[in-house]
């Protein structure tokens, strides 16, 4: 039987799995086949999580009936860690080149200067290794490794010398500052993984710093700073997609056209799309990216939890295209972008106050900022008239009611006043469920 290999060189089966467990869970193996992943593909990747994640504090398993329901736990009340960042250790490597990696580190960092040449490296490493690992190519092993080392910035090669070199340390990168500045700079930076994105390089550089603040002697220190922010119900599966979002920020700066593997909604068949990327939105309240993409000519939205990967092609698209679906952009109310059908939706809205609870002003701002080139007409201080143009009225209707009594929909077009009827019907549905609230 084959050795277990937590190792992993594509990344996107794993982070299917982790939706399952974090997001849609918990799924037994029998349930996990209606998402197309296999019995033995199951029992692969919760090994992998098993392995990646702190067993005893994150991962669990809930029973029902004869099936076993896998399950991350967390205590958002004890610490602010993001369990899921563990994960991303499993990706591009094998066994045996997360071992070269580190014994190359340890054989640079005895030698003298942190130099070694190329036969340096393979003699020590060849000396280090058992024989059965020696029997395979370890020597172009090496060399990818170094190959790989270098292009992330871990170590140098000095043409001159020929000779491999240490880049900065943490020890000489933080060396430069003094133990208060080092302490504030882990302040902000555990403040900011936890509110910016995308952060999986700020998790890894809230590690290197807590590593060597320990080691000088401010165990106190770090534990008070752990237990300063308590970032409540901070989503933490948004780090899942992050790897799709850079793809897709990295195509859309280069201009260069990308392939999407995607699950429509309600369909267990997977469907590739070659398009455009226009826009990347992030949804603050629950942690979920989205991609807006040109696709044979019209706008779509495609939800990055529903995206298995993105390949970056060679194919290239005029940067200019930008300007001309950015105006169409701007109009789309978060997500939803018009059907080809029936395109934008006219509506009409009456802003009144009648009491002091709610600043004129304010509500007049926050209108201006989040409907974009809307068409506003100052009644009097206590009212104001808005006509807008939106993509969805469905999606448009929690933020309506964010305002409570204080905003009417107004007849005028087909669509105000579809919007109008509907939201009476459904407020008519709460006091038959709640009530007449009198």
């Given amino acids: 039987m084959p050795e277990f290999n937590p190792f992993i060189n594509d990344f996107n089966k794993l982070r299917n799995f982790s939706r399952l467990v974090y997001l849609y869970g918990c799924y037994s193996r029998e349930d996990a086949e209606l998402f197309r992943i296999g019995k033995r593909t199951f029992d692969e990747e919760l090994r992998r999580m098993r392995v990646f994640l702190k067993e005893n504090e994150y991962l669990s398993v809930e029973k029902e009936g004869k099936k076993v329901l896998p399950c991350i736990v967390e205590d958002f009340f004890k610490e602010v860690e993001n369990p899921l960042i563990n994960i991303y250790f499993s990706k591009t490597s094998t066994p045996l080149q997360t071992t070269l990696f580190f014994i190359i580190l340890q054989i640079l960092n005895s030698s003298k200067d942190k130099k070694a040449s190329t036969n340096e490296i393979m003699d020590k490493v060849c000396f280090a290794l058992d024989e059965r690992t020696k029997r395979k190519d370890v020597d172009s092993s090496i060399k990818r490794t170094l190959k790989e080392m270098q292009r992330i910035g871990v170590i140098k090669f000095l043409k001159k010398e020929r000779v491999y070199v240490?880049?900065?340390?943490?020890?000489?990168?933080?060396?430069?500052?003094?133990?208060?500045?080092?302490?504030?700079?882990?302040?902000?930076?555990?403040?900011?993984?936890?509110?910016?994105?995308?952060?999986?390089?700020?998790?890894f550089l809230k590690e290197s710093l807590e590593k060597y603040l320990l080691k000088n002697g401010e165990e106190e220190f770090v534990q008070k700073a752990n237990q300063l922010f308590w970032f409540t119900y901070v989503p933490h599966h948004y780090i899942l997609d992050e790897e799709l979002v850079w793809k897709f920020w990295q195509a859309a700066s280069s201009g260069r056209k990308i392939k999407v593997?995607?699950?429509?909604?309600?369909?267990?068949?997977?469907?590739?799309?070659?398009?455009?990327?226009?826009?990347?939105?992030?949804?603050v309240k629950l942690g979920r990216w989205y991609f807006i993409v040109l696709f044979e000519k019209a706008i779509n939205t495609f939800p990055a939890s529903r995206v298995e990967k993105i390949e970056i092609l060679d194919e290239t698209f005029d940067k200019n295209i930008f300007k001309e679906y950015w105006k169409v952009i701007e109009k789309c109310f978060f997500v939803s972008v018009?059907?080809?059908?029936?395109?934008?939706?006219?509506?009409?809205?009456?802003?009144?106050?009648?009491?002091?609870?709610?600043?004129?002003?304010?509500?007049?701002?926050?209108?201006?900022?989040?409907?974009?080139?809307?068409?506003?007409?100052?009644?009097?201080?206590?009212?104001?008239?808005?006509?807008?143009?939106?993509?969805?009225?469905?999606?448009?209707?929690?933020?309506?009611?964010?305002?409570?009594?204080?905003?009417?929909?107004?007849?005028?077009?087909?669509?105000?006043?579809?919007?109008?009827?509907?939201?009476?019907?459904?407020?008519?549905?709460?006091?038959?469920?709640y009530g007449n609230i009198q």
Avoid at 176 to 183: A, I, P, R, T, V
Avoid at 261 to 281: A, F, H, M, Q, S
């Fill in 166 to 203: 240490l880049s900065n340390t943490i020890k000489r990168l933080f060396s430069g500052f003094s133990k208060d500045e080092l302490k504030n700079i882990y302040l902000s930076v555990l403040f900011f993984i936890n509110t910016n994105v995308p952060n999986v390089p700020g998790w």
């Fill in 261 to 283: 593997w995607y699950y429509p909604r309600g369909k267990n068949v997977r469907k590739e799309y070659t398009c455009v990327p226009l826009r990347i939105i992030y949804d």
């Fill in 338 to 433: 018009p059907l080809k059908k029936t395109g934008f939706k006219n509506i009409k809205l009456r802003f009144i106050f009648d009491d002091k609870e709610a600043s004129f002003n304010f509500v007049l701002n926050r209108v201006k900022r989040e409907l974009k080139d809307a068409k506003i007409d100052i009644v009097s201080q206590d009212e104001f008239v808005v006509e807008y143009e939106l993509s969805n009225l469905k999606e448009f209707k929690p933020w309506l009611r964010s305002f409570s009594h204080r905003v009417v929909v107004e007849d005028g077009s087909e669509d105000s006043s579809k919007l109008k009827q509907e939201i009476i019907e459904e407020w008519k549905e709460i006091l038959k469920n």
